[in-house]
């Protein structure tokens, strides 16, 4: 038997998510918990085989209750099931010791195939995030080195980008025509795997602005 605890603060998922559990074979849900303190006291008692793990608990939201989880318990795997969007928050989960990323809009069928994955020591990922996870991270693998897969002058867009400044700003700083600058952010996007200015900005902000 496979035991699972569940922390969500929404009565109406938790129980949702233990009717589609627990219609499968040998699974069993043996903990529910609305707040991380609860489960905290949950974990304490109960012995679990997999976390299915909400991100906003109300009480320690984000990537710290997946920290605190496998500091605390490091041969639980934690799937996260979330309402942020994976290409926002997956990779974060994963480097805070997340086995497995889903979004709350998830079928059933995917999230049983993403429990078995992860209580057999996989990592889980989405096909999805899969496809939009920037220039083909692999889980299993380091990333690529921005300064490897970029040139100077374009990891210095790139710098420029996360820090808020415009392409007429760019072209400013680094004497470049505003075509030269927007050829530079082509060729960026085109490496990172981004399909807009939006998420090109997003890219440039989380990767070099801020550290997890």
């Known amino acids: 038997m496979t035991y699972i605890a569940i922390a969500d603060d929404h009565e109406i998922i938790r129980q949702g998510l233990t009717m589609i559990i627990e219609a499968q074979e040998q699974m069993e849900v043996a903990v529910q918990a609305s707040s991380y303190a609860e489960l905290a006291g949950c974990l304490e008692k ?12 109300g009480d320690l939201n984000g990537l710290a209750s997946i920290e605190n989880v496998v500091k605390q318990y490091p041969s639980l795997p934690v799937l996260v099931l979330s309402a942020y969007p994976e290409e926002m928050y997956a990779l974060r989960a994963f480097k805070s010791g997340a086995s497995g990323y889903l979004n709350k809009a998830v079928v059933s069928s995917e999230l049983i195939d993403a429990v078995k994955t992860v209580i057999h020591g996989k ?20 990333e690529a080195s921005l300064t490897d897969l970029l040139s100077k ?8 980008i996360a820090e808020g400044k415009t392409s007429k700003d760019i072209s400013e700083i680094l004497k470049l025509s505003p075509k030269t600058v927007s050829t530079y952010r082509g060729r960026i996007m085109e490496k990172l795997n981004l399909d807009s200015a939006s998420r090109l900005f997003q890219f440039a ?3 070099l602005c801020t550290r997890l």
């Open 123 to 142: 990592k889980y990922i989405s096909t999805a995030l899969e496809d939009t996870l920037a220039y083909g991270t692999k889980l299993d693998k380091e």
């Open 205 to 207: 902000y989380e990767r």
């Open 46 to 57: 109960a012995s679990v085989d997999l976390l299915i793990l909400d991100l906003n608990l």
């Open 153 to 160: 002058r374009e990891f210095e867009v790139l710098t420029m």
